[in-house]
């Protein structure tokens, strides 16, 4: 059984930074294709990053040069460094999970930017 456990989440004020990180259990095979989604009160879910089993990155236009994706293939997880965070990155942040194993999701978490 698959599951995938985000962390991190949380209040934080304009500027600030965060760190989300995403641990997968159950996982037999490797090269997964990670992302990080989120969805804003009121909006569809829509793609923050990826990170290629090569470790090539590509970010949505608005989180460019302020987010960093990152992945430990050891130990079967991914990260997402948040920084200089504004109110419209609030949201439900999900990681997911996508190889020849599966399509894996999180079960999400809150992060809220205001001050």
């Known amino acids: 059984q698959v599951q995938l456990v985000e962390s991190g989440g949380g209040l934080v004020q304009p500027g600030g930074s965060l760190r989300l990180s995403c641990a997968a259990s159950g996982i037999r095979s490797s090269g997964y294709i990670m992302y990080w989604y989120r969805r804003a009160p009121g909006k569809q879910r829509e793609l923050v990053a990826l990170i290629l089993s090569g470790g090539n990155t590509n970010y949505a236009a608005s989180v460019e040069g302020r987010f960093t994706i990152s992945r430990d293939d050891a130990k079967n997880t991914v990260s997402l460094q948040m920084n200089s965070l504004k109110p419209e990155d609030t949201g439900v942040y999900f990681c997911?999970?996508?190889?020849?194993?599966?399509?894996?999701w999180g079960q999400g978490t809150q992060v809220t930017v205001s001050s």
């Open positions: 997911r999970f996508i190889g020849a194993g599966g399509d894996y």
